[in-house]
């Protein structure tokens, strides 16, 4: 028994090479990552029905109770049987796919076994199907409440072997055949196969743990490159501004050229190929115009499929990525590369990251040279309604949260990009329909609540139907905001927001309540009237929006301030269902995303 278990070392050695080697591949990495669809499920029935092949065939045949040195079995023996690691694979793969892909898994390696022969056959087969379809059950049962550790995966691996080993018993004649088979190969196989499980799961645990750190270097890199631009984008689309951005961001990446156009020509190309690759008026690549038509990302593999029309043309690979002002295409940013295996995911996803944040720039740049233009103090005043301070805390949680959490970060990234694209997109409307108002106020939150969790919990009611009713932008948030900001200050309580949509005959009316400290009878009167001197603010949002629902609506909106000390505040807007004159607005203001 001592002597069986070194040679069933060396057979988890061999499976466990296997999967080091396949796990360097992208289409590995790509099934253990991925949501698992049809696809992804087959994939690893097949791959994991492959491992228990192999485990089959490079097991150690026992005959009358000794282990005989074996390379490769294909045949066993009537009398024989095999010590091998056929249930590690089938665990593991059933562990990640689940109950179904578990079946298909044991039915592959067990069908196997079963026509190898030997006297165990078919209580193998039969113990490798259900080995299948419990770890898978286990698994999914596990990743419902927490992720699997290596931990779990062994004591599911060594339950599957001691499983095998009772139904050895239950099923093989005659009895004490089967009984001194165990006792030879029982606690070997029990305890190599919960070795090979602990190794298989520290490899899968690493292939995690780098791509969390690709994440972590990928959003670092793309933060540092969109500071670096930053001062040229503001500039806008331009050829000396574009030829700053390209020269950074080809020292920057892995990419042989960085080209920059706009809707018109290219505006700036360094890098390889740049002798035809000039700036110019229109395209040299249909590669190009295709995106700009389409608004989507776009790759290239091969000189034929850029479309140069250049024959010596070094570039092999590209992506070309839009470039989107206000969900339009105005340019495009295009990494290329001269071998194709450069055109890594990693530098695809780090590109995706930076068309983003380059977008994100255009449209400041945009409605900041707006706002030179704009004559409309009010307007000017809600552009510059967003704090420093919000800006800067929501940066600083975010880079924390790229070591800690990086899928955590990269989601408040996209929030906090969506709350100043709301920000600027209602800087230029009169009227926008509620449920961007109401994603804005998200966004806004999202971020908030990143850095205070569990201080205060907001409550959203809405009424069906309402979700596109026209209301001014900038309503909603600042109120919520004065909440947060106001109503639960040096309090230790949790406090409670609550944020309701409902309409009546003519009217649609939005409150926004919070369990606060309230206000002093004195500022009651006149807060929204007027500004009024606090530590924390000076309460010109609430008279702002007071001025502008006066305008818009001609007194027919009303603003209400009700609140009591120790039990909180309700602010109340109505707003006219149908205003005479609404639709003047449609055509030429209204936010039209």
């Not at 970060?409 to 009169?430: C, D, M, T, V, Y």
């Not at 939005?510 to 001197?533: C, F, M, Q, Y």
């Amino acid at each position: 028994m001592i002597n069986l278990i070194p040679l069933m070392i060396e057979r988890v050695g061999v499976i466990l090479i296997v999967v080091f080697l396949l796990s360097q591949s992208k289409s590995f990495r790509r099934i253990i990552h991925k949501d698992q669809g049809a696809a992804e499920k087959l994939m690893l029935i097949a791959l994991f029905g492959l491992f228990g092949v192999i485990s089959n065939y490079t097991g150690i045949q026992i005959h009358a109770n000794s282990a005989a040195e074996n390379s490769w079995l294909i045949g066993i023996e009537p009398d024989s049987a095999i010590a091998n690691t056929r249930i590690m694979g089938i665990a593991i793969g059933s562990l990640l796919g689940g109950p179904l892909v578990g079946l298909g898994i044991g039915l592959i390696a067990g069908v196997h076994r079963f026509f190898l022969g030997g006297f165990t056959a078919a209580a193998c087969a039969i113990s490798a199907i259900l080995a299948g379809g419990a770890a898978g059950w286990f698994g999914m049962i596990r990743r419902k409440k927490t992720p699997i550790t290596p931990t779990f995966a062994v004591g599911i691996g060594m339950l599957m072997e001691v499983t095998q080993m009772g139904i050895i018993l239950l099923v093989t004649r005659p009895f004490e055949l089967a009984w001194d088979l165990v006792k030879v190969i029982g606690i070997p196989m029990v305890a190599v196969n919960g070795l090979g499980m602990l190794l298989f799961m520290l490899i899968i645990q690493f292939i995690f743990r780098e791509q969390e750190r690709t994440k972590v270097l990928q959003t670092s890199k793309a933060f540092y490159i969109a500071d670096r631009t930053l001062p040229f984008f503001r500039q806008g689309l331009n050829p000396e501004s574009c030829r700053e951005v390209a020269d950074i961001m080809l020292q920057l990446t892995d990419a042989d050229a960085i080209a920059i156009t706009d809707s018109e020509g290219v505006l700036a190309h360094v890098g390889a190929a740049s002798d035809h690759h000039v700036p110019t008026k229109g395209f040299s690549t249909e590669l190009t115009k295709k995106v700009l038509r389409e608004g989507r990302v776009l790759t290239a593999r091969s000189r034929e499929e850029i479309l140069c029309r250049h024959e010596p043309c070094p570039l092999r690979a590209a992506v070309v990525l839009p470039l989107m002002v206000h969900n339009k295409t105005v340019g495009t940013l295009k990494l290329y590369f001269n071998n194709p295996g450069d055109l890594t995911e990693g530098e695809k996803e780090l590109a995706e990251g930076l068309a983003n944040l380059f977008s994100t720039q255009l449209e400041l740049a945009e409605a900041e040279q707006q706002s030179k233009l704009l004559k409309n103090a009010e307007i000017k005043a809600l552009q510059a309604q967003v704090h420093p301070h919000f800006l800067f805390n929501a940066i600083n949680t975010i880079s924390v949260l790229c070591r800690t959490n990086p899928e955590k970060a990269r989601k408040l990234l996209l929030e906090l990009s969506q709350f100043f694209r709301s920000n600027l997109q209602g800087a230029r409307q009169i009227l926008i329909p509620l449920d961007k108002e109401m994603e804005h106020v998200k966004a806004y939150l999202s971020l908030e609540q990143a850095r205070f969790p569990d201080r205060y919990e907001v409550i959203f009611e809405m009424e069906p139907g309402l979700e596109k009713s026209f209301v001014p932008p900038f309503i909603l948030q600042p109120l919520v905001e004065n909440s947060i900001r106001h109503a639960f200050a040096r309090s230790n309580s949790k406090g409670k927001v609550t944020v309701k949509v409902f309409s009546d005959e003519s009217f649609v009316n939005i409150t926004v309540s919070d369990n606060g400290k309230g206000i002093p009878p004195e500022k009651l009167d006149v807060l929204g009237k007027e500004a009024v001197e606090s530590r924390l603010g000076t309460g010109t949002a609430l008279v702002n929006i007071r001025e502008r629902l006066t305008g818009i609506y001609n007194k027919e909106a009303l603003f209400e301030i009700k609140s009591k000390e120790g039990k909180g505040t309700t602010i109340s807007i109505s707003i006219p269902l149908e205003k005479k004159g609404a639709y003047d607005y449609h055509d030429d203001s209204i936010y039209s995303g």
